[in-house]
Structure formats: C-alpha cells, structure tokens
C-alpha cells in the first residue's frame, strides 16, 4: 500500500519523507490556495520545490476544462520533472486528456471520482490513479468505503492496471479501513499519518521500560 501526503506545505512533506514512509504526494488548487500559493509561476515553482523533496508521484492539478487547453497544460505539469502525475478532473474532456495524456506516456490521476461509473471510465482512458473522494461522501450521508470496496472488486474482475487513490481521507480509521478492503494508496494530511504512531500503551509500556531501566542500572 502506497502512502501519499496531502498538502501543498513543504514542511509537512519533509516530515512525513524523513519518517521513511512516503511514496508520493497530492495536491489540488484548494491545498495551494490554503499555502498562500498564488499564480501560475509560484504554483509550477512549488511543484518543482516538493519533487525536490520526494522520490516520485508528485500530482499537478490542472485548472483548464477543455481537451485542448488540459492537453497543453498537462504537457506543461508533467514537464516541471518526470515525477509529476497530472491530476485531471472527471468531467467529459478530461476524459479525453486523460486518453491523450496516456498515450503520450504521461501518467494521471483523475481527481473527483464519486461513483464507480466514473472510475470505470477513468480506467478505460488509461489514468494511472483514480482519486475516490471518501471524506467528502461521508459529508454526504454515503459510505465512502463502500465505493472504495466497489471500485476494487471491479478493477479486480477486469484486472484493471489504475491504482486505486483513496482521497479525502479524514482520519485513521479511514485509513485502516482501506488497507483492509484493498486500496492501492491513501492520501492524507500528516496528522492522520502521524496519528498511526499513537497508542496510550505503547507511551506507558515504554515509560515503564525505561523506570525498569533505570532502576536496575542505578
Ligand atoms: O485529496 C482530496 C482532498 O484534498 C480533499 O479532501 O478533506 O477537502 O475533502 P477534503
């Protein structure tokens, strides 16, 4: 299971790199804009600044709508370092991009999946990741983790080579819970990664460790 971090803030990346455990990144023009990230040349340089840190899977999100222009953009991305994954948003020429892209040997991430259908569609064209959005179905009252189980028993059936990028992940449990059903990634914020560390009997199993420690040492 890959782990992807979910930020656009270069010290959270670094942080969760040195820890060892980080195969990628994922941003979107929310987590730029939250950075103070602001126009065409600051985006591509923080693109740049955080494939400098990590080892590959840097996703860029492209803003334009239409095949032509997602085209040109997605070239532009994928040019910054052979790292980038050009993020491409599940709307009908992005569908198209996504085709085009592949073809050209560039790897994508179709972003904004919310159904099944949409991820089948977004294989078809050839996307390297499919980004389910969980977080943001549970906002919804729809189980989020049942789309993730969907969309991994149908790339299953059809041996389907687009990795499935569990995103909009909230919490750990989120996070467990798609390793259990078989996600081949999760993006996150550093807490949720970090939260993975934590459990009260580790703290005072190791407390007590070291008291032993220093007692029979005195
Ligand atoms: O990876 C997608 C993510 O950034 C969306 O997360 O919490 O805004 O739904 P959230």
Redesign the pocket.
Known sequence: MKFFI?TANLDDIQEAYDLGVLDGV?T?P??MAKEGITGEQNILQRYKDICDIVDDNVSAEVISTEYEAMLAEGKKLAAIDDKIVVKIPMIKDGVKAIKALTDEGIRTNC?LIFNAGQAILAAKAGASYI?P?I??LD?ICTDGLTLIEQIVQIFDNYEFETEILA????HNMHLIQCAEIGADVV???LNVITGLLKHPLTDSGLEKFLADYKKGNQ
């Open positions: 979910d994922t979107n929310s987590l972003t980004s959005f977080g943001r906002d995103a909009s992940v909230r993006t996150c914020p």
